[in-house]
């Protein structure tokens, strides 16, 4: 069993991010009424998968202690990322799950994508991270990887509201 490659385990569950690391917080709303077949895409890596994102898991839910790579890109230009799931929650209002990174992984941090109803029905998609450059790819890549993470959280957000209008 691999080792985390931070120490600021469940941080974004609490929302309470770690000094010394870049930031990310994604919010947009993906439905009305739509909790159901969100919280299921999110759970179930769907979401990541409908994205584009190749995902191998040693679960086919996410839940703590559960492994997942995420290979992002094509052929020899697929860059892999080895995570752990350290959090997940399926409750009513609320469900997601929170990674955090593993050897190997091109940054060193933790990233989690949640989905929570508010009282009036929106169905909200977020995306919380914290991360410093672990390679020397994300360190030389620089001040572009934080507008790339910000990238990706919103072609997760537009994945996700097409996953959850085709299941209405």
Same mark, same amino acid.
């Given at each position: 069993?691999? +080792? ?15 000094? &010394? ?8 709303? %993906?439905?009305?009424?739509? +909790? &159901? ?17 190749? %995902? *191998? ?30 959090? #997940? ?10 990674? $955090?990174?593993?050897? $190997? ?16 029905? *929106? *169905? ?9 450059? #672990?390679?020397? +790819? *994300? ?20 994945? +996700? ?8």
């Amino acid at each position: 069993m691999s +080792l985390l490659t931070y120490d600021e385990v469940g941080a974004t569950e609490t929302g309470s991010l770690p000094r &010394g690391y870049h930031h990310l917080r994604y919010r947009v709303a %993906i439905g009305h009424d739509v +909790l &159901g077949p969100a919280a299921d895409a999110v759970l179930s890596f769907r979401m990541h998968r409908a994205a584009g994102v190749r %995902i *191998t898991a040693s679960a086919d839910r996410a839940e703590a202690g559960v492994d997942v790579v995420t290979g992002l890109g094509l052929g020899p230009l697929r860059l892999s990322a080895p995570c752990r799931v350290v959090w #997940a929650v399926d409750e009513p209002g609320r469900a997601g799950f929170g990674y $955090g990174t593993l050897p $190997g992984h091109p940054e060193r941090g933790e990233e989690a994508f949640e989905v929570t109803q508010g009282d009036d029905g *929106t *169905t909200w998609f977020s995306v919380t991270a914290f991360s410093l450059p #672990a390679s020397l +790819l *994300t360190w030389v890549a620089g001040p572009t990887v934080p507008p790339f993470q910000r990238a990706y959280a919103a072609w997760c957000g537009r994945a +996700l509201r097409r996953l959850v209008s085709e299941s209405s």
